[in-house]
């Protein structure tokens, strides 16, 4: 069963970058669909952007177009966030999930079924 893991959040100011990482454990991200998510205080989750299975081919809200990329090493089995002039309204948790849950969120690769939620990591960006 894959279990993944979120990594490299932190506070920092508008403008500046971050790169999160996912990691998956008991089973490859390879040939997966990921999909990042993020969750502020009192909101829903919502989408951040998908990554495809194989292809390297990439999906970003409209939110963060632009602003934020999702690449992938198959070698050490991850999923990268880059994230770049973070701004305030960015601030949340951020999650990534591969395909095959039960949550929907549209993604146009794979099912858009997303699920096997890790703890997430914290993103803070200050004015």
């Known amino acids: 069963q894959l279990h993944v893991e979120e990594s490299g959040g932190g506070s920092v100011q508008s403008g500046e970058s971050l790169r999160l990482s996912c990691g998956g454990s008991?089973?490859?991200?390879?040939?997966?669909?990921i999909g990042w998510f993020r969750q502020a205080p009192g909101k829903e989750r919502e989408a951040v952007g998908c990554?495809?299975?194989?292809?390297?081919?990439?999906y970003l809200t409209d939110a963060v177009r632009g602003r934020f990329f999702i690449s992938r090493d198959y070698v050490k089995n991850l999923v990268y966030l880059q994230m770049d002039n973070l701004k305030p309204e960015d601030t949340a948790r951020y999650f990534c999930?591969?395909?095959?849950?039960?949550?929907?969120?549209?993604?146009?690769?794979?099912?858009?079924?997303?699920?096997?939620w890790g703890q997430g990591t914290q993103v803070t960006v200050s004015a």
């Open positions: 999930a591969p395909e095959g849950g039960t949550e929907y969120f549209y993604c146009p690769y794979g099912d858009g079924d997303f699920g096997s």
């Open positions: 008991g089973k490859s991200l390879g040939g997966l669909v």
């Open positions: 990554i495809d299975q194989a292809a390297g081919n990439t």
